[in-house]
């Protein structure tokens, strides 16, 4: 299985709106709701924001929204923060019955 | 909370294994996963097993990849066989909850905080 397409790197100034795509196919993100998105810091372990498409967990904060549309999910958020640079990284469960993740996309924080 | 035990170093063409030890957290009713990240590299999913056993695995690796669960200890393993530099990574267990209906097993809600493996003569 190939891994989800993500665009390397996003920048954004501080109170910006900035979206990463995340491109599947029809036997992952098109099949089923199970999309989900991490965000990870440096040495940490990846923390999940958003699943089943547009849900946020419990303590994630609103600035983060998700969508999908065909084989394509997409991550936003918005009043971007010093704090939201980290490495994001979308996944999503597939017709095989496993998982496959992208390749992740870097935010940076102008 | 979830904690991988095992080795550091393996050596090229041995057998890598580790252990996910679940605490706070009963073992049954769930979904387990194992996931590694090469150093610098994305994130990539090895597989998973439900406490009844049932497992699924990455089909990229599945020749080399067993995973087992013992209900007993609470806890679940990965071993990789014929491991080469290629297969160095950080290794993390993972926790895997329903979506909203209860029923489907979804996303990683739970990750423990990885354990570096490094494969070496």
């Known amino acids: 299985q190939s891994a989800l397409t993500q665009s390397a790197s996003v920048s954004g100034s501080p109170g910006q709106s900035i979206t990463i795509s995340c491109t599947g196919s029809s036997s992952d993100i098109d099949a089923y709701k199970y999309v989900s998105w991490y965000q990870q810091s440096p040495g940490q372990a990846p923390k999940v924001i958003i699943y089943?498409?547009?849900k946020r967990p419990s303590g994630v904060s609103t600035r983060f929204s998700g969508s999908k549309s065909g084989n394509t999910a997409s991550l936003t958020i918005s009043g971007l923060q010093a704090e939201d640079e980290a490495d994001y990284y979308c996944s999503s469960y597939t017709v095989a019955n496993t998982w496959i993740f992208g390749g992740g996309t870097k935010v940076t924080v102008l | 909370q979830l904690q991988e035990s095992g080795p550091g170093l393996v050596r090229p063409s041995e057998t890598l294994s580790l252990t996910c030890t679940v605490s706070?957290?009963?073992?049954?009713?769930?979904?387990w996963s194992w996931i590694r990240q090469s150093p610098g590299r994305g994130l990539e999913w090895i597989g998973y097993?439900?406490?009844?056993?049932?497992?699924n695995y990455n089909p990229s690796l599945k020749s080399r990849v067993t995973i087992s669960v013992d209900t007993s200890k609470n806890h679940f393993s990965l071993r990789l066989t014929s491991v080469t530099a290629a297969d160095t990574a950080v290794y993390y267990c993972?926790?895997?909850?329903?979506?909203?209906?209860?029923?489907?097993?979804?996303?990683?809600?739970?990750w423990g905080q990885g354990t570096l493996v490094t494969v070496s003569s």
């Open positions: 706070g957290d009963s073992i049954n009713s769930y979904y």
């Open positions: 089943d498409v547009n």
């Open positions: 993972a926790k895997i909850s329903y979506d909203s209906s209860g029923y489907y097993p979804s996303y990683f809600y739970r």
């Open positions: 097993i439900y406490f009844t056993g049932t497992t």
